[in-house]
Nanobody, 123 residues
Framework: QVKLVESGGGSVKAGGSLRLSCAAS????????MSWFRQAPGKEREGVAS????????YWVDSVKGRFTISQDNTKNTAYLQMNSLKPEDTAMYYC????????????????WGQGTQVTVSS
């Protein structure tokens, strides 16, 4: 049984930082892509960043480049999203997702999802 568990969300003021974690278990396919998505109220879910041994790292949203860093610890089967210089427009539910091989930016590209962790940035 595949399980993804996100943690690390919270409420911060603009300019602050948060580090999200996504612990994956039960997913045996290798190589795999782990990605972060976000969904703000009233908006569609969008890909934020992805990491894969075959494709490296990709940041899908221009506004997070230089502020967010995706990484992973293969020994712990965990992906991270370090978010610095947070802005109110980063407020959203953040989800991690996994798929085999190469990464994609669309939600429908992914097989498995976590339950999400809320990030709220106040001005």
């Amino acid at each position: 049984q595949v399980k993804l568990v996100e943690s690390g969300g919270g409420s911060v003021k603009a300019g602050g930082s948060l580090r999200l974690s996504c612990a994956a278990s039960g997913y045996t396919y290798s190589p795999k892509c782990m990605s972060w998505f976000r969904q703000a109220p009233g908006k569609e879910r969008e890909g934020v960043a992805s990491i894969s041994p075959v494709g490296g790292t990709t940041y899908w949203v221009d506004s997070v480049k230089g502020r967010f860093t995706i990484s992973q610890d293969n020994t712990k089967n965990t992906a991270y999203l370090q978010m610095n210089s947070l802005k109110p427009e980063d407020t959203a539910m953040y989800y991690c997702a996994v798929r085999p091989g190469y990464c994609g930016r669309r939600p429908q590209d992914y097989n498995y999802w976590g339950q999400g962790t809320q990030v709220t940035v106040s001005s």
